[in-house]
């Protein structure tokens, strides 16, 4: 009986234990991420401080730009990309680059006036890839780490064109 009652007991505790150790992780760009979180906030902050060379970028002309803004679609409030086109009284033209989860209207779809004061984020990409700023990417891969572990390594790879930051951060 009790050699019974142990092949039942592996057949129940051996697939509960190869889940817990090979449980699937989510991927980087997708995690949900409080805004609130120091980690981000940090790099809000740093992103921020660091806006007048977005501006000089975007004004150059010789890299594409984008923001990262706060967005209401539906009754949400999203974080989301788009690119930068100009500045026009103390706002960032934008198209919208993200997929939003929320309803998306029709108005969406065309040229968004954004607050500059409303950024959280920016990015300049040269011709090679090479990326200024994007201090929220970094943010997610902190965020991930800490909650998480280990990021993935293709996300990985991706942090190795940011030129402001390196991964893993160097203490």
Not at 33 to 60: C, H, M, T, W, Y
Request: proline share 5%.
């Amino acid at each position: 009986m009790a050699g019974w009652i142990s092949i039942a007991l592996g057949w129940i505790v051996t697939p509960i234990l190869l889940l817990h150790f090979w449980k699937a992780k989510p991927s980087p760009e997708v995690i949900p991420v409080d805004i609130n979180d120091p980690i981000i906030q940090k790099l809000i902050d740093r992103s921020r401080s660091e806006l007048n060379r977005f501006l000089a970028g975007l004004e150059e002309g010789k890299k594409e730009a984008y923001v990262k803004f706060p967005y209401k679609f539906g009754d949400e409030i999203e974080h989301v990309w788009g690119l930068a086109h100009s500045i026009k009284d103390g706002c960032v033209i934008v198209s919208l680059e993200s997929n939003p989860v929320g309803e998306v209207t029709e108005e969406v779809y065309e040229r968004l006036s954004i607050d500059l004061d409303s950024l959280e984020d920016w990015m300049l990409v040269d011709r090679s890839g090479k990326t200024y700023g994007g201090y929220s990417i970094l943010g997610l891969a902190k965020v991930y780490t800490r909650d998480y572990g280990r990021l993935p390594k293709a996300y990985t790879r991706d942090l190795d064109r940011f030129v402001d930051f390196s991964w893993p951060e160097k203490n």
